[in-house]
């Protein structure tokens, strides 16, 4: 391989990026590592091996070579499942090994080709600046159209609601049992509730809070009577907001079992 | 490309850029309820697919810059799909393929169980592909997904733009060929969701093109596309059912069609390759994906039973644009043009098989495309046939590759007009019919644009009662089996992280939709293990493509309540516990009591 300067030269890039991939720490960096050897080199190197007397003409050799690297991705994960599961280690070793192997396979074929044609380098659009400046704009537009499509916008016609529910919690002592209530609001404005607790056999507690949009809160209350491992103590929990004070009927209603120990 | 071709190039750059950008308003403006929405959405459509087509068609474009703006068609109209619905996956496949590649993430290994759709575990390219920049780089499987599905589209356009073009003989026919292509009614998002075929696809498109090549290639020579045809074909095999089987579809007939021009089995004949894809089929069905024949064969032959009941009379046709699900009904003038669309594309088919028969009649892949354009307008009969019209979309997206070749090799530009200068603009207007058709024939019309899935309120933000119930699921819900409707099964999944049945195998449906308590109900949650069972009042909870967003105030689709007993019967059960209330969506915990 030695010999064959572009078979070098894929290679060592390809092994370079790809442990450079995995080194870096942020996503977008690592991605744009990763990228050239996921997406293209792999399937260049195949085309290399393949074509070695008379190389595949651009833009052609682009494209296979583009649809050869999405099918080694898609197979690399049966030999990887195999061989010590798909990790980030293993991912970046399992292509920079397709590479290596594709490019000594060229390096091997074109020794016994010795007419063999140097593949042709891709003609690289250099456009002008006003082209450029275009491109950028256009670039510019689809940025702000990524952005814009993932900013939350206000509806007023959006029912808002409020989500209560419940679940065991460990308490502070051993063999201490509490209940876990919690209060999701999803309502469109700055909502009160009182917040209802009644232990079957045991006391009843009110709590009165105030939630904004989107904010939640929990909190635990111990279960009176303690259970037992016989005999869990039920709980029924309704919430209602403020407003509706006096309505008989609860927003919100939950119920279940405490158990006599619970783990977090 | 020379400099002028460049800077017309870059203007189109960002007139689609524009187009881009309005399509993403009309989406913000569909989720914040405005009645402008619809119209933005298709200018920006049209202003995307417009002025390209009009370039295509002007013989002073080059070859490079057709590819280019081939493929600036193809991205532009890949990121009105992303605009769609960022930055979260929300139709109902994606969300069980992201499912797969979560497992994956999780579990560092393929073949985890999917409890909503059981085969797609066993055709793990898709999955496994997307996971390796999840695992390297750490990109959240939607980041990933949305990179990688985008990729493959870039690949189906330049595979199909070099196809047409070797077979054609034309970068002219093979660019508005390409056009015509991104009209077919699953281009623009069912190909664009992030699925196995929105990989597969693409794949085989590089196949034919490889095969293709390989017939131009001297005989001595020709055993070096091997490789890469075998790499291919073997990816599209473990990446999607259908697609492999169409390639063997595909590649029978090519071996046939060239066996009757040559009366030869010798290469460039490629009836190898479609043994060996018969072959590599048939050993994944037995060695991995056993599942697919259950999974295919009961659409199929429903299909099939469907079809004789129509048109024996026993079973009334399908209305069209009738939607499975809860959709609401597409407006009168939106039918026209999708019906102006489709005859359209029957009258360029017309042009199109008369100029194909002339100039190609003695080559086998033009006679391929033709016998595929044909297929096209039959499997639109199946659309009538209430289950067939699955079947039918589904082959549209193979046939049309077939079609849209024919009718750019009419090269209606040069037929005689009744002024020359007029051609391209009614040729275009015309084209601009076809694609809007196509959109609105290949999706739901109230699915267009995207609905609220979260909502800002008072400077902060508020969660849809099926995402809200996902969060809560992710963050404080217990683990264990759940059993759901599809929509709030989908996000309990991703994001929610738990495992959920839903559907028809157990028939969770008929039990969250029946408003009494039977006996078989119980079973079969005993049965499966299903201890956490989802309670959900919308009727638009069974719709796997609209039930994830906020109900909206004086929209009737959200009126639409299941009786309340759906709900309230599981209270009935003794020691069950009600965990979880938002009001339309319960969770009850069946083991309750301990």
Redesign the interface.
Same mark, same amino acid.
């Given at each position: 391989m030695t010999r064959h300067r572009d078979l070098r030269a894929i290679a060592l890039a390809a092994a370079i990026l790809?442990v450079l991939?995995?080194v870096v720490?942020v996503?977008?960096i690592?991605?744009l590592l990763?990228a050239p050897v996921?997406?293209f080199l792999t399937g260049y190197t195949?085309?290399l091996?393949?074509?070695?007397?008379?190389p595949q003409p651009w833009?052609?050799a682009?494209?296979?070579s583009?649809?050869?690297s999405? =099918?080694?991705?898609?197979?690399? /994960? #049966?030999p990887l499942?195999f061989l010590g599961?798909?990790?980030?280690g293993t991912?970046?070793a399992g292509?920079v090994l397709v590479v290596l192997g594709a490019a000594a396979i060229a390096a091997a074929r074109r020794g016994s080709y010795p007419s063999a044609e140097a593949p042709a380098r891709p003609a690289l659009?250099r456009?002008?600046p006003?082209?450029? #400046?275009?491109?950028l704009? =256009?670039?510019?537009? =689809?940025a702000?159209?990524?952005v814009?499509? %993932?900013?939350?916008?206000?509806?007023?016609?959006?029912?808002?609601?409020?989500?209560?529910?419940?679940?065991p919690a460990p308490g502070q002592g051993p063999g201490e049992a509490k209940a876990r209530i919690?209060i999701?609001?999803?309502? %469109?404005?700055?909502t009160t509730y009182e917040v209802t607790a009644k232990f079957i056999g045991g006391g009843e507690v009110t709590r009165t809070l105030s939630l +904004? /949009?989107?904010?939640h809160t929990t909190f635990d209350l111990a279960a009176t009577p303690q259970p037992t491992p016989d005999d /869990?103590t039920f709980v029924a929990v309704t919430l209602k907001r403020k407003p509706e004070e006096g309505a008989v009927a609860p +927003?919100?209603?939950? +119920?279940?079992?405490i158990?006599?120990s619970t783990e977090e | 490309?020379d400099?002028v071709r460049?800077?017309r190039?870059? $203007?189109s750059?960002?007139v689609?850029?524009?187009g881009?950008?309005l399509?993403?308003?009309g989406?913000?403006l569909s989720?914040?309820?405005s009645g402008l929405a619809m119209t933005a959405y298709i200018l920006g459509l049209l202003t995307i697919g417009l002025p390209i087509f009009y370039r295509l068609l002007d013989g002073e474009a080059g070859d490079?810059e057709r590819?280019a703006l081939a493929c600036l068609l193809g991205v532009a109209l890949y990121?009105v799909k $992303?605009?769609?619905?960022?930055?979260s996956f929300t139709f109902t496949d994606e969300l069980i393929h992201s499912f797969n590649v979560e497992q !994956?993430r999780e579990?560092?290994? &393929?073949?985890h169980h999917n409890p909503v759709l059981k085969v797609t575990p066993y055709y793990?390219? &898709?999955e496994?592909?997307t996971?390796?920049?999840v695992? !390297?780089?750490?990109?959240s499987t939607y980041t990933a997904g949305v990179?990688?599905v985008g990729?493959?589209r870039?690949?189906l356009i330049?595979?199909l733009f070099?196809l047409f073009e070797r077979i054609g003989g034309s970068a002219r026919t093979a660019g508005v060929a390409v056009a015509i292509y991104a009209t077919n009614f699953n281009f623009l998002f069912w190909g664009a969701q992030f699925s196995y075929e929105s990989?597969a696809l693409?794949?085989l498109a590089?196949v034919l093109?490889?095969l293709v090549?390989r017939e131009r290639t001297p005989a001595t $020579?020709m055993g *070096?596309?091997?490789?890469?045809l075998i790499?291919?074909i073997?990816?599209i095999v !473990?990446?999607h059912h259908l697609t492999s089987y169409a390639l063997i579809v595909i590649l029978v007939a090519v071996s046939l069609l060239l066996w009757w021009f040559a009366r030869d089995w010798a290469p460039p004949n490629p009836w190898p390759y479609a043994l060996l894809t018969f072959i590599l089929v048939v050993c994944w069905l037995a060695v991995v994906a056993g599942e697919t024949f259950s999974y295919l064969s009961n659409p199929l032959s429903e299909a099939v039973e469907a079809l004789a009941n129509t048109i024996s009379g026993e079973s009334a046709p399908r209305g069209l644009f009738q939607d499975n699900g809860a959709a609401g009904p597409t407006p009168i003038g939106a039918r026209a043009v999708a019906l102006i669309g489709v005859a359209l594309l029957a009258v360029g088919w017309i042009f199109g098989i008369r100029a194909t028969w002339k100039r190609y009649r003695d080559r086998p892949w033009p006679l391929l495309f033709m016998l595929a354009s044909l297929g096209f307008f039959l499997a639109l009969g199946l659309r009538l046939a209430p289950a067939a019209w699955e079947t039918g979309n589904r082959a549209g997206e193979f046939f049309f590759v077939g079609l849209a070749f024919v009718i750019a090799a009419a090269g209606m530009w040069e037929l005689r007009w009744p002024s020359r200068r007029a051609a391209p603009w009614m040729l275009t207007a015309a084209f601009g019919f076809v694609f809007i058709g196509g959109v609105i024939s290949g999706w739901p019309w109230d699915a267009q644009l995207?609905k609220?899935l979260?909502?800002?309120? *008072?400077g902060?933000?508020?969660?849809?009662?099926p995402l809200?119930?996902a969060e809560?699921a992710k963050e404080?819900g217990?683990e264990g089996n759940y059993a759901a409707a599809t929509a709030d099964a989908n996000l309990l999944m991703v994001p929610g992280g738990r495992t959920v049945t839903t559907g028809k195998n157990p028939d969770v449906e008929d039990m969250l939709t029946n408003p009494t308590l039977e006996p078989w109900q119980l079973r079969m949650l005993r049965k499966n293990d299903l201890r956490y069972v989802v309670t959900d009042r919308r009727e638009i909870a069974g719709d796997g493509l609209q039930g994830y967003f906020?109900? &909206?105030?004086?929209?009737e689709r959200?009126d639409k309540l299941l009786f309340p007993g759906v709900a309230t019967k599981f209270s009935k059960v003794p020691g069950a516990?009600? !965990?979880?209330?938002?009001?339309?969506i319960s $969770?009850y915990?069946l083991g309750?009591?301990?």
């Amino acid at each position: 391989m030695t010999r064959h300067r572009d078979l070098r030269a894929i290679a060592l890039a390809a092994a370079i990026l790809a442990v450079l991939a995995v080194v870096v720490p942020v996503d977008w960096i690592s991605f744009l590592l990763l990228a050239p050897v996921a997406f293209f080199l792999t399937g260049y190197t195949i085309l290399l091996a393949c074509f070695v007397e008379k190389p595949q003409p651009w833009p052609r050799a682009f494209w296979i070579s583009l649809a050869l690297s999405l =099918a080694v991705l898609a197979l690399l /994960p #049966l030999p990887l499942n195999f061989l010590g599961g798909l990790r980030p280690g293993t991912w970046s070793a399992g292509l920079v090994l397709v590479v290596l192997g594709a490019a000594a396979i060229a390096a091997a074929r074109r020794g016994s080709y010795p007419s063999a044609e140097a593949p042709a380098r891709p003609a690289l659009p250099r456009p002008s600046p006003f082209a450029a #400046l275009l491109g950028l704009g =256009a670039l510019a537009l =689809a940025a702000g159209a990524i952005v814009l499509s %993932q900013t939350t916008v206000s509806n007023s016609d959006a029912e808002g609601f409020t989500a209560l529910w419940l679940k065991p919690a460990p308490g502070q002592g051993p063999g201490e049992a509490k209940a876990r209530i919690g209060i999701d609001n999803q309502e %469109q404005h700055y909502t009160t509730y009182e917040v209802t607790a009644k232990f079957i056999g045991g006391g009843e507690v009110t709590r009165t809070l105030s939630l +904004y /949009p989107g904010s939640h809160t929990t909190f635990d209350l111990a279960a009176t009577p303690q259970p037992t491992p016989d005999d /869990p103590t039920f709980v029924a929990v309704t919430l209602k907001r403020k407003p509706e004070e006096g309505a008989v009927a609860p +927003y919100r209603r939950v +119920y279940g079992w405490i158990p006599a120990s619970t783990e977090e | 490309m020379d400099r002028v071709r460049a800077n017309r190039f870059a $203007v189109s750059m960002l007139v689609a850029g524009g187009g881009v950008f309005l399509c993403s308003l009309g989406n913000a403006l569909s989720r914040g309820g405005s009645g402008l929405a619809m119209t933005a959405y298709i200018l920006g459509l049209l202003t995307i697919g417009l002025p390209i087509f009009y370039r295509l068609l002007d013989g002073e474009a080059g070859d490079r810059e057709r590819l280019a703006l081939a493929c600036l068609l193809g991205v532009a109209l890949y990121l009105v799909k $992303v605009v769609h619905d960022a930055p979260s996956f929300t139709f109902t496949d994606e969300l069980i393929h992201s499912f797969n590649v979560e497992q !994956i993430r999780e579990h560092s290994h &393929l073949f985890h169980h999917n409890p909503v759709l059981k085969v797609t575990p066993y055709y793990p390219g &898709l999955e496994g592909a997307t996971s390796a920049l999840v695992k !390297i780089s750490g990109l959240s499987t939607y980041t990933a997904g949305v990179i990688l599905v985008g990729v493959a589209r870039l690949t189906l356009i330049g595979g199909l733009f070099l196809l047409f073009e070797r077979i054609g003989g034309s970068a002219r026919t093979a660019g508005v060929a390409v056009a015509i292509y991104a009209t077919n009614f699953n281009f623009l998002f069912w190909g664009a969701q992030f699925s196995y075929e929105s990989l597969a696809l693409p794949l085989l498109a590089i196949v034919l093109l490889m095969l293709v090549e390989r017939e131009r290639t001297p005989a001595t $020579v020709m055993g *070096e596309w091997a490789a890469p045809l075998i790499v291919a074909i073997a990816a599209i095999v !473990i990446t999607h059912h259908l697609t492999s089987y169409a390639l063997i579809v595909i590649l029978v007939a090519v071996s046939l069609l060239l066996w009757w021009f040559a009366r030869d089995w010798a290469p460039p004949n490629p009836w190898p390759y479609a043994l060996l894809t018969f072959i590599l089929v048939v050993c994944w069905l037995a060695v991995v994906a056993g599942e697919t024949f259950s999974y295919l064969s009961n659409p199929l032959s429903e299909a099939v039973e469907a079809l004789a009941n129509t048109i024996s009379g026993e079973s009334a046709p399908r209305g069209l644009f009738q939607d499975n699900g809860a959709a609401g009904p597409t407006p009168i003038g939106a039918r026209a043009v999708a019906l102006i669309g489709v005859a359209l594309l029957a009258v360029g088919w017309i042009f199109g098989i008369r100029a194909t028969w002339k100039r190609y009649r003695d080559r086998p892949w033009p006679l391929l495309f033709m016998l595929a354009s044909l297929g096209f307008f039959l499997a639109l009969g199946l659309r009538l046939a209430p289950a067939a019209w699955e079947t039918g979309n589904r082959a549209g997206e193979f046939f049309f590759v077939g079609l849209a070749f024919v009718i750019a090799a009419a090269g209606m530009w040069e037929l005689r007009w009744p002024s020359r200068r007029a051609a391209p603009w009614m040729l275009t207007a015309a084209f601009g019919f076809v694609f809007i058709g196509g959109v609105i024939s290949g999706w739901p019309w109230d699915a267009q644009l995207a609905k609220p899935l979260k909502v800002s309120a *008072e400077g902060k933000t508020i969660s849809s009662p099926p995402l809200a119930l996902a969060e809560w699921a992710k963050e404080e819900g217990p683990e264990g089996n759940y059993a759901a409707a599809t929509a709030d099964a989908n996000l309990l999944m991703v994001p929610g992280g738990r495992t959920v049945t839903t559907g028809k195998n157990p028939d969770v449906e008929d039990m969250l939709t029946n408003p009494t308590l039977e006996p078989w109900q119980l079973r079969m949650l005993r049965k499966n293990d299903l201890r956490y069972v989802v309670t959900d009042r919308r009727e638009i909870a069974g719709d796997g493509l609209q039930g994830y967003f906020f109900p &909206l105030i004086g929209d009737e689709r959200f009126d639409k309540l299941l009786f309340p007993g759906v709900a309230t019967k599981f209270s009935k059960v003794p020691g069950a516990a009600r !965990i979880y209330d938002n009001g339309l969506i319960s $969770v009850y915990d069946l083991g309750g009591r301990p």
